[in-house]
């Protein structure tokens, strides 16, 4: 296995069958500093490579799940700079995978923090979980989906509040608004996460990647695309052998033995 210095990572799960990254940069609030980000793209990527992973969690610690982008590694930078080296560009190897990520959030998740979270399929909170876009406090604005991604799942009056104040909110609220699926007590997260990524592991991985691809498309193209692109899909399992084992096992009364193919 690769070794990993701001990350740890494992394989978990009664199957083990779910990739588990954690984010491990403690001292400094897993405050994503670019080799954190390589690493974190190189683990999503091998994860997604490996046909016995089924699905991945990102977690960090009790105290953040990430603090945001590290301001002391940007402090100096300056517009030449970000454009000629592509700040932030290591961010699309984690956007990019095929396979179902939950993020485990417990404590704060701000900046690209709260970005990173947001760029996952799923989010699940501990119930201590803080929420926020604090950039506006530093004197930037989100840079990793902040402005975008948040609208769509809150809405504009709460994104807008939440960009514009820099203030907190907690799991509760949040799950409240739809950014978040659940909320656990704290000691519970990650066992509860791990069910879910087993709950979707028992499917069809194939038929599993093309329903996360159905869904996101309805956040980034219009509803007629976005239902013709569903319809295409939907069409598509048909021609999977685990569409047909699927229904097979409905009527025999059984369970189905998918194959991934
Ligand atoms: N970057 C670098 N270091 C950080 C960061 C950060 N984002 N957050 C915390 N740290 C460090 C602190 O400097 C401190 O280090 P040291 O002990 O050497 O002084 C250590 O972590 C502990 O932090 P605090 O002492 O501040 O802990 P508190 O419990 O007092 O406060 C807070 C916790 C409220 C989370 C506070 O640390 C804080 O406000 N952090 C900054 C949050 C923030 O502004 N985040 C947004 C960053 S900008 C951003 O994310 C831009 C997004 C662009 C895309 C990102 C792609 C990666």
């Not at 405050?31 to 994860?47: I, N, S």
């Not at 095929?98 to 989010?123: H, R």
């Not at 956040?219 to 229904?247: I, N």
């Amino acid at each position: 296995a690769p070794q990993y210095e701001n990350i740890k990572i494992d394989v978990v799960g009664e199957k083990k069958n779910v990739g588990l990254i954690q984010l491990n940069r403690p001292k400094a609030l897993n405050a994503l500093c670019k080799p954190l980000f390589q690493e974190l793209g190189k683990a999503v990527k091998d994860f997604d490579a490996d046909d016995k992973i089924a699905a991945i969690i990102i977690t960090g610690n009790e105290k953040a799940f990430a603090a945001g982008a590290d301001i002391k590694e940007m402090q100096n930078n300056t517009y030449s700079t970000n454009v000629r080296g592509g700040f932030l560009q290591e961010w699309e190897d984690a956007s990019n995978c095929g396979k179902p990520i939950i993020a485990a959030v417990n404590g704060f998740a701000l900046g690209g923090g709260c970005e990173l979270a947001m760029l996952c399929d799923i989010i699940y909170a501990g119930e201590k979980a803080k929420f926020g876009q604090p950039e506006i406090n530093i004197g930037t604005i989100p840079g990793a989906g902040g402005t975008q991604r948040l609208p769509r799942y809150v809405g504009k009056s709460k994104a807008m509040e939440i960009v514009l104040t820099g203030n907190f909110i907690d799991a509760h609220e949040a799950e409240k608004m739809g950014l978040v699926s659940k909320v656990f007590p704290v000691e519970k997260l990650l066992e509860e996460t791990i069910k879910l990524a087993e709950r979707i592991g028992t499917h069809s991985p194939l038929i599993v990647k093309m329903a996360k691809q159905a869904v996101n498309q309805a956040y980034e193209t219009t509803l007629k695309s976005g239902l013709h692109f569903e319809k295409q899909v939907f069409y598509g399992t048909f021609a999977t052998a685990d569409r047909q084992e699927g229904m097979n096992a409905f009527i025999e009364k059984r369970t189905p033995n998918f194959k991934n193919e």
